[in-house]
């Protein structure tokens, strides 16, 4: 590769930002068990603890997104205090995740229950993120909604989605300047039967009419068997319509697996994809201030049920920069000549080339450049870290899923 | 059920109407093998002639679909003499289908090809269809693509979609007065890696930014695993963009088995999504005519690869028949308060009633009213038309998928 | 129908047992959420109370399958007189299950756990089930282990294997006389990489090695996409192997929704086989008494995450009754000659001919006959059990998974 | 990694053998369409050539699969001279394929149709295919049945099962000393309701009860969604009864794309599994001659519908060959004892540090030794062979599927 590529190459990989989510830091698990760790935070200040370890260690993962109410902190000027918490540990405040699917009122859906008194209050706890947002300097609002059915009649599938717009144009019209919501679909649980917004296709015509702050959030386990993600992605920004991506990663459903554990070619075609449809061009922080580049988040969304946290997302950002490198590597020129000719061997044999090289080396010379750890894994456990919090974070309640 | 309900459900019973694609009358099969059948029509009009036994007996069959080239015929009035003698025998010339996928020029795509004299082919075959399709007075042109790709890096996904929407908008301008495009998606098959129209979200994408004479097609076999495909029946009516349905069943991917015949439980959600949306309002006659209604066409497309090919298209009407006699049984208005009311279970019982109840002797009387078989089945197998075309329709070439 | 065959399909009616599961009585949910219902019982007699109604309505399900440790009752003779209990309200106590999912030693898995003293914990838990078995007088213990890895390479495949034989055999030589052991699979959940015991292959080869008193538990919702569970059903019985259902219904994965509720076409295919492969011939009462007849425990295995318990378990009953009774109408001989004469259609055609009857009369009918009720959800809906047991159960803590 | 180890590797590296499939270099396509290419082999004595030079420059594929009736030849003495004939080209004539799918008779399935006469003549064919094998020398017969039905009804599933077992069984009886059978399976296709052998676990059942010679085939494409193949691999090679293996790979369902190309990760996997149990440890070869060693047959069986033959064929084995090199690069003890100590990410990391090696370098070297090229791709690209067989195989008939 000539050494101007290559520039471009490390320069593309060191813009990269990749937000670790605030829950990967707690305990998660199945509906069978939920497996406790010893050391895991207890509080949002020691997730943001945890979390600056990892950009740390990667120099990558300078944002932590936050759920509410599971980040939720009370009193006035609480975000702003928590918002300098984060500073002081070179992080900053991210997206913004609502959650409406964990509490009783919201059995049978959020915005789109049957029950008008349980929608406005979905709709009320929708508002408080904004406000969140509007304290934090966050730019974007998450929203997936659970809501969907379990058996056929069980609700009027078109009603929902009327409830469903009528919410959405209400958050929409919230939005102060420079935020966005990012509507995530997923294709099943907890619902079984019709979920609201099951695939990307619904994401988008709603995302279509509400305007330009709406887009589509693809999270990499959400989809039906074989659905070609990759393929969703540049049809997206093709439409500039791709807000954000929460990785991680399946064998079966929504496994929520490391990113790029189960499928580490798939997590590079997407990220090619990505790289050809310029969504490589701007990092988030700069498309928040200002209208260039497609502004992609780049997020992970997975659960660490039985591997600690820490490393494993460090893993994480790891396997999604090696899977960015690869895409980086691509020889563009000849891959389009190869294509132009028909020549499919070739112009596969292109894509196959970047994949199989090895990118670890470069990483760690990328990593030491911008002052992070040549190899993240082994700085982590060399640091001492993880005895200390299981030493330290003792009493309390553990932070998991629903805490 | 009040006297009255029931002469609603009559009526519209009696006004659905199930076009049968003319492909299906001849021999199909897998890339494994293509059994022949005796008695197999050789020539358009012989599709025609078993057509017209499937409208008698049914009396819901009264349109056939075209598949260009396959059903092409050649010379000055040709396709005005079709429409007569398919009038002659009770019939009207359907949907035009157009086949860009069987040359060895489409081997990397039709109207995607890299490659602009192949594209520029398959376009001038898309505008020969509406020459047809002016000719025969046929409202909708089905497009199905099998453009795509095989291996990863093989074509560039975007510019792709780039060459399809060029396409695409030629022939949406080329479109008379009263003529629609439906723009059917299948998740893969022929192609293995990446389809260029593999779900209903492109699909509708495309269509929304043509304008109002293109709406999406639904195959009810092209879709991932677990698809809820009465969910997207639901969303497109809501949106006013399905255009059709392309009916058929499976157990595993495109299998093409008889409508009805895997899961007849969908088949019934389906049309019952059809029915809440308000799609059995208008016949697609009328909504020709019109812009009342919805004008969705509900049309076969399936293969009998094993099993005799005029029987079981008639199992099939029927079986569209009894799904929607089912569908337009259920008690909305129960429906609506049990959903209202949150109660799970009495809803889904609404639903199920009605499934459950047995509508064959229902079916029997309405055909009877109209003027068809109580029994299509028993009465084509009386009629001695399997026996007298396996005597006449010796020699010359069979139809079959490509000829 | 002849009236000695309608004899003979009421008489197979009469005869089937449905096993309730203690646990489906409890809260359950998904991993986002368990939503709380009102009434839900406390304790094991409390749902032994439940599981009672079920049975007096139905009159079709006298046992109620237990789940340790969820259902451990402490002290000299307690399950004697838990098995008292049951009597005393009509019921029998049914199959033991054996719970070595829910402690923290199980995170990488129990029987197959690479350490050995979390392996001989979760062996003296089986061993514990069949003491208990000893007591209640059960015949079956069935055996689902969530064993499995997350990630390639966590842990030997084939180790695991030889360490799930030995746990197996260890377990099998305990047995009694007249107990068996029932081996359940699953594809996935909770583990995401690779399940122990992922398919009927694999308990079938762990089955087949340990002996006449091993078999096969087919649990409905624990396949992959598109696997054909009656060709399993079929096949097991023909080799013998076939030792029990769980029953409940997927759209998509484990959904664990009420059995008969998303495919109830499916389940009168699972049905048909049992009925044609001998399955129906005798009851596990039998069975258990003497070797005669296949002894197949029938059980519901399943989750009633929004909806009310009771009712939905009365419903499931219902449903596996109705398929049982379309299974049983199916007519054998004019079937065989059909299939013997290469007739599809003809053949297809006597199965879906029973399929499509409504057979709510004919199970109303047969329901009286031995004094439950001809409508059983309407019954349990008149009987106030459902206001009662809000009322009265108020204060303790719910039943629910893992209490 | 340690100089001896390394050598350990290059050895095991150059014992691999991967047989590739005479109809591989004809044509072949979908239902839709077959796409002709140019120079495209015309008899079985051209595939042979062409065979030649994938061997020439992988020096890892001696030996070729025929398909009968595809490659029949004759006349006394035909397939010795054939032999005779593949021998000066360096290769060996491989594993015997029988073809009971393309005749009309087999409409309703072949060894298990409901008509016995064609059951005779399905067995009179593969009763020629062991004669085949005692002429050519051949070790392997392989069995796949496309045998199943339809729709449900359509035939007894254990009717069907009987009548398999009693065909094996003569087929078994009439083996040979040193010949076995691979018994293949596969969820779909042709079949679309029931196949009759549609899991390992069926093959399994069966190769148990016939004997040592009967051993699975496992197709990587023919399973369900999901469907852990590593795992099978592993289970089979405890059981001693994993037979071959039918390379390919696929997105969907049986998409025959090149070994490797769809999801090479899994493909390590699975060589990693085989590396683990053995499977690596005897070739072929030396299996046939004696009792040592697994014996498995490591081949291709894919299609090439789009791209070139010949280097799609070079590809696959290279694809392989580079699986089976990262399978050998890991670290067993390191991975052992992470295992032992439970250490999930360690373990894992393990496994993909062989994974994310480049073994392109390492596989070029090895190659050189052995006398091949360390570009293969390359070198066929020089040879002119493409060019060659362009401009001489002009006129006749094109081998494809069926011819």
């Not at 609700?155 to 300047?177: F, P």
């Not at 979920?195 to 709406?214: F, I, N, R």
């Not at 990092?283 to 997020?299: H, L, V, Y």
Request: with cysteine; charged share 25%; glycine share 8%.
């Amino acid at each position: 590769m000539p050494e101007q590529n290559l520039a471009a190459v490390k320069s593309a990989l060191s813009e990269q930002r990749i937000e670790t989510p605030s829950w990967a830091y707690g305990n998660s698990g199945t509906r069978f068990k939920v497996f406790a760790q010893a050391g895991v935070p207890r509080t949002v200040r020691e997730k943001l603890d945890d979390a600056a370890r990892v950009h740390r260690h990667t120099g990558a993962a300078p944002t932590v997104a936050l759920h509410i109410p599971w980040d939720r902190v009370e009193g006035a000027g609480a975000y702003a205090a928590l918002a300098s918490y984060a500073q002081e540990r070179g992080l900053r405040l991210g997206t913004v995740n609502a959650n409406v699917f964990q509490e009783d009122d919201y059995k049978l859906g959020s915005v789109t229950n049957p029950d008008p008194a349980v929608r406005r209050k979905a709709l009320d706890h929708l508002m408080e993120c904004v406000d969140i947002m509007d304290a934090t300097g966050s730019r974007d609002l998450k929203l997936w909604f659970s809501d969907g059915t379990n058996y056929p009649g069980q609700d009027d599938l078109r009603a929902r989605q009327d409830r469903l717009a009528e919410a959405l144009w209400a958050v929409y019209e919230r939005l102060g300047s420079g935020q966005r919501l990012v509507l995530e679909y997923k294709l099943f649980e907890p619902a079984f039967y019709a979920t609201d917004v099951p695939d990307w296709g619904t994401s988008y015509a709603h995302c279509l009419k509400l305007g330009p702050k709406a887009r589509v959030c693809v999270d990499t386990g959400h989809h039906a068997p074989g659905t070609n993600i990759e393929f969703i992605a540049a049809f997206l920004l093709r439409e500039g319509k791709l807000g954000a991506f929460d990785f991680n990663s399946r064998f079966y459903a929504d496994d929520d697996l490391m990113a790029g554990a189960a499928d580490p070619f798939q997590l590079f075609r997407i990220l090619y994809e990505v790289r050809a449809g310029g969504g490589l061009d701007g990092t988030p922080e700069r498309a928040a201030q200002s209208d260039e580049g497609p502004g992609i988040a780049f997020m992970l969304d997975q659960c660490h049920n039985i591997e600690p946290k820490i490393p494993a997302i460090i893993r994480s950002v790891m396997n999604v920069q090696e899977a960015t490198a690869k895409a980086l590597l691509v020889d563009r020129e000849a891959l389009a000549e190869a294509q132009r000719a028909g020549d499919v061997l070739g112009a596969n044999g292109v894509l196959m080339d970047a994949y199989h090289t090895d990118v670890r080396p470069l990483l760690a010379e990328v990593r030491e450049e911008w002052g992070a750890d040549a190899d993240p894994m082994a700085a982590y456990a060399a640091s001492g870290w993880a005895e200390t919090v299981v030493r330290e974070r003792v009493g309390g309640q553990q932070a998991g899923w629903g805490a």
